[in-house]
C-alpha cells in the first residue's frame, strides 16, 4: 500500500497491494468488474495499466518510477464520443484520470433538466467526491470527444494522497477551487440579470486561454445551446447578447474561436458600468 512507501525503490511493492491486484488480474472484465470499476458504457475497451499518467496535473511531482507504480494499479478505458463514463448516483467509487480527449460534467433533474457543470480536458481527473466520502456519484461524466481515461481504485487512491503530501495539497486545492467556482455560479444565478451572467460566462472561459494582455481567447467555443445550459436561460437569448458584444466590437467570432477583444470593458459591463 502507499502508506508504505518510502518513495524510492519499495514504489514498486505498490503494485502487489490488493486493490492494485484487483485491478491488474484477468483479461476481459466481466459486468460486476466493470460497475466496481465505475464504468457506465457496456460496450467500452479496457486495457490493463498501459496509459501514460505524465500529464495528470495532481501527479506531477512522482518520480517515473512512482508513475510507472501508479499506472500498474490502474486500468485503461477507452470511450467514443457520448458515451457515459459514470452517472449521477451509480454505486462505484473510483477515481479517472484523463489521459487523452475531453468529458462533460452534468446533472439532471427528475424533470430531465440538464445542468452542465464543467468541462473536462486531459491533465484532469474526476470521480474524487465518492472515492472520499464513500457516497454515490454526484454527477454524469460523458466523453465530449473519444476519450482515454484510468481508473485508479478508491483505496490505491486513498493511499496516494495519505502518503504523499504534494498529492494531498493538490487534490484540497482541486477541491476548493470546485468550491470557489460553485459559489461564483450560485451568484450569478441568484442576483445578475441574464445579459450580465453571459458576460461573466465569457470572462471566466476567456481567463482559463488567455492570449494577450487584455485579451482573452475562447477555443473552442461553447455553442449557444451549451452556454444557454449552464447559465438557466435560452438559446435565443444567447444569441442576442453575444451578436450586440460583436456590434460594440467587445467580441470577434471566428470559425471555431472566440476572440475577446476589450476584457477590462466586459468586467465593467458584468458589473453594470456600460
Same mark, same amino acid.
Given at each position: 500500500?502507499?502508506?508504505?512507501?518510502?518513495?524510492?525503490? +519499495? @514504489?514498486?511493492?505498490?503494485? $502487489?497491494?490488493?486493490?492494485?491486484?484487483?485491478?491488474?488480474?484477468?483479461?476481459?472484465?466481466?459486468?460486476?468488474?466493470?460497475?466496481?470499476? #465505475?464504468?457506465?458504457?457496456?460496450?467500452?475497451?479496457?486495457?490493463?495499466?498501459?496509459?501514460?499518467? *505524465?500529464?495528470?496535473?495532481?501527479? !506531477?511531482?512522482?518520480?517515473?518510477?512512482?508513475?510507472?507504480?501508479?499506472?500498474?494499479?490502474?486500468?485503461?478505458?477507452?470511450?467514443?464520443?457520448?458515451?457515459?463514463?459514470?452517472?449521477?448516483?451509480?454505486?462505484?467509487?473510483?477515481?479517472?484520470?484523463?489521459?487523452? #480527449?475531453?468529458?462533460?460534467?452534468?446533472?439532471?433533474?427528475?424533470?430531465?433538466?440538464?445542468?452542465?457543470?464543467?468541462?473536462?480536458?486531459?491533465?484532469? $481527473?474526476?470521480?474524487?467526491?465518492?472515492?472520499?466520502?464513500? &457516497?454515490?456519484? +454526484?454527477?454524469?461524466?460523458?466523453?465530449?470527444?473519444?476519450?482515454?481515461?484510468? +481508473?485508479?481504485?478508491?483505496?490505491?487512491?486513498?493511499?496516494?494522497?495519505?502518503?504523499?503530501?504534494?498529492?494531498?495539497? *493538490?487534490?484540497?486545492?482541486?477541491?476548493? +477551487?470546485?468550491?470557489? &467556482?460553485? $459559489?461564483?455560479?450560485?451568484?450569478?444565478?441568484?442576483?445578475?440579470?441574464?445579459?450580465?451572467? @453571459?458576460?461573466?460566462?465569457?470572462?471566466?472561459?476567456?481567463?482559463? &486561454?488567455?492570449?494577450?494582455?487584455?485579451?482573452?481567447?475562447?477555443?473552442?467555443?461553447?455553442? &449557444?445551446?451549451?452556454?444557454?445550459?449552464?447559465?438557466?436561460?435560452?438559446?435565443?437569448?444567447?444569441?442576442?447578447?453575444?451578436? *450586440?458584444?460583436?456590434?460594440?466590437?467587445?467580441?470577434?467570432?471566428?470559425?471555431?474561436?472566440?476572440? $475577446?477583444?476589450?476584457?477590462?470593458?466586459?468586467? !465593467?459591463?458584468?458589473?453594470?458600468?456600460?
Amino acid at each position: 500500500m502507499f502508506e508504505n512507501l518510502s518513495r524510492t525503490a +519499495s @514504489i514498486k511493492e505498490l503494485t $502487489i497491494s490488493g486493490s492494485c491486484r484487483a485491478a491488474r488480474s484477468g483479461g476481459a472484465l466481466n459486468g460486476s468488474k466493470k460497475q466496481e470499476l #465505475g464504468m457506465a458504457a457496456v460496450n467500452t475497451s479496457v486495457e490493463r495499466g498501459g496509459a501514460s499518467l *505524465a500529464g495528470i496535473k495532481e501527479l !506531477q511531482n512522482l518520480s517515473v518510477a512512482e508513475l510507472e507504480a501508479v499506472t500498474d494499479c490502474c486500468r485503461t478505458h477507452r470511450y467514443a464520443a457520448g458515451e457515459a463514463i459514470i452517472r449521477h448516483q451509480d454505486d462505484t467509487n473510483s477515481i479517472f484520470f484523463i489521459v487523452e #480527449g475531453m468529458v462533460r460534467v452534468t446533472y439532471n433533474s427528475c424533470k430531465g433538466h440538464e445542468v452542465i457543470l464543467c468541462d473536462l480536458s486531459s491533465g484532469d $481527473i474526476f470521480g474524487e467526491l465518492a472515492a472520499i466520502d464513500g &457516497h454515490t456519484r +454526484s454527477a454524469t461524466v460523458i466523453a465530449k470527444k473519444d476519450s482515454v481515461v484510468a +481508473s485508479l481504485p478508491t483505496q490505491s487512491f486513498l493511499d496516494l494522497i495519505y502518503s504523499n503530501k504534494e498529492i494531498y495539497l *493538490a487534490v484540497l486545492k482541486r477541491l476548493t +477551487s470546485q468550491v470557489r &467556482h460553485l $459559489i461564483d455560479r450560485v451568484y450569478g444565478l441568484s442576483t445578475l440579470k441574464v445579459p450580465n451572467r @453571459i458576460r461573466a460566462e465569457l470572462l471566466r472561459l476567456a481567463k482559463t &486561454h488567455s492570449a494577450a494582455p487584455n485579451r482573452g481567447l475562447i477555443s473552442p467555443v461553447p455553442t &449557444h445551446a451549451e452556454i444557454a445550459i449552464r447559465l438557466n436561460t435560452h438559446r435565443e437569448t444567447v444569441t442576442r447578447e453575444l451578436n *450586440a458584444l460583436a456590434r460594440q466590437k467587445v467580441i470577434a467570432r471566428t470559425r471555431r474561436d472566440l476572440h $475577446i477583444l476589450d476584457m477590462t470593458r466586459l468586467g !465593467q459591463m458584468v458589473n453594470g458600468n456600460d
